[in-house]
Each structure stands twice: as structure tokens, then as C-alpha cells.
């Protein structure tokens, strides 16, 4: 059974940092890609970034230049590196593995920025 747990998510300041991580079980880490999107109270959930199996990356134009996803193929963790922290990107994140039906999501973790 697919698993994934998110962590690291908190309060800070405007212009802060955070760094998530995401630990994934249950399937061949190595060859799947990952996401992490976003989901803001009253606001549909958005993606944010995902990572390839290849470690090519791509990134939402609201958080490109700021955040930075990365994984470890020998741990099986997915992170997203988030600096310059605006209150707008105040939100529960989610890590995701694209696949049939939805893919598998974490439960999320929250994120509050304050100015």
C-alpha cells in the first residue's frame, strides 16, 4: 500500500523558510514521479511542483525562483525547499504520486505565513 507523510509544515514570518519532506512507501520510489500542491481555506488545491523519476523539475510561475523540490532515492523522501515566504503562500501542502484514479496523497501539512 502506497504511503505518504508529510512533515515540516509551521508558522513564520514574511521572508522566512520552511523546508518540507514527504516520506513515500509502498512502491518503487526510484521510478515514480512526485508533486506537492497546495490548498488554501476557500481555494481549490493548486499544484505547487513535481519532480521526475529523472529529477527534472517544474514549478507553479507563483512560486518559481522561491521554492525547490528535490528527492532522495536511497531514503525515499520528496522535499520542497520554501524561502521568501509571502502570506499568500499560506496553505495545507500536500505531497502527491501522480497515478490511475488520483494517484496517492499525503494528509498535508500546514503552512501559515504571517506579514
Known amino acids: 500500500q502506497v504511503r505518504l507523510v508529510e512533515s515540516g509544515g509551521g508558522s513564520v514570518q514574511a521572508g522566512g523558510s520552511l523546508r518540507l519532506s514527504c516520506k513515500v512507501s509502498g512502491i518503487a520510489f526510484r521510478v515514480n514521479t512526485f508533486a506537492w500542491h497546495r490548498q488554501a481555506p476557500g481555494n481549490q488545491r493548486e499544484w505547487v511542483a513535481n519532480?521526475?523519476?529523472?529529477?527534472?523539475?517544474n514549478y507553479a510561475d507563483s512560486v518559481k525562483g522561491r521554492f525547490a523540490i528535490s528527492r532522495d532515492n536511497v531514503r525515499s523522501w520528496v522535499y520542497l525547499q520554501m524561502n521568501n515566504l509571502r502570506p499568500e503562500d499560506t496553505a495545507v501542502y500536500y505531497c502527491h504520486r501522480p497515478g490511475p484514479q488520483g494517484g496517492s496523497w499525503g494528509r498535508g501539512t500546514q503552512v501559515t505565513v504571517s506579514s
Open positions: 519532480i521526475t523519476s529523472g529529477s527534472s523539475t
